[in-house]
């Protein structure tokens, strides 16, 4: 009697089976790992930027390069132009920064264009375009601190905190 193992035709079909769907599998895995480029904002070439030195009118900036993507909160006498380029590898990840930039038109009281800067990632802090939230100087305290810091000392912060819970007390 012989101790080798005989292999029937199903053990043959269902081990080809696993190593195709093996390979399947391993083919479809490598394939998610694709780097998408995101272009967001506005994207300017130096033809169109050539267009308006200084010296030009609001309109003829306007004609050239568009609509801004903001203006200058208070007066309006800025023109800025924003492009970003995030990356990420794969559709389910969150989108890396890559590229920034910011094009500012400078206008004088004559609507005159008196300065252009193009402000990059190097040039300053990255800020979120998508949540529009600015930060603000202030600090962030818990509410424990609030309680604490209530009234001058502890006790008389937790006394107003809980004469404020019971206003008829």
Not at 62 to 73: I, Q
Not at 78 to 87: L, W
Not at 93 to 98: A, I, R
């Amino acid at each position: 009697m012989s101790l080798t193992k005989r292999y029937f035709k199903s053990d043959r079909t269902f081990i080809s089976s696993a190593a195709i769907a093996l390979v399947i599998g391993t083919a479809g895995l490598t394939s998610c790992k694709t780097t998408e480029v995101m272009n967001n904002g506005y994207i300017f070439d130096q033809q169109s930027l050539n267009l308006v030195p200084v010296g030009s009118s609001r309109e003829q900036v306007l004609l050239s390069l568009g609509t801004p993507s903001t203006t200058a909160t208070f007066d309006g006498e800025v023109f800025y132009y924003i492009s970003q380029k995030r990356t990420r590898a794969a559709a389910f990840m969150k989108p890396k920064l890559v590229d920034q930039n910011i094009l500012a038109i400078y206008f004088d009281k004559d609507g005159i264009v008196k300065q252009e800067a193009n402000y990059t990632l190097k040039d300053g802090r990255v800020f979120d375009m998508i949540s529009r939230t600015t930060p603000t100087g202030g600090r962030d305290i818990t509410f424990l601190q609030q309680i604490l810091q209530g009234g001058g000392n502890g006790i008389n912060g937790a006394r107003n905190f809980l004469n404020n819970l019971n206003p008829g007390q």
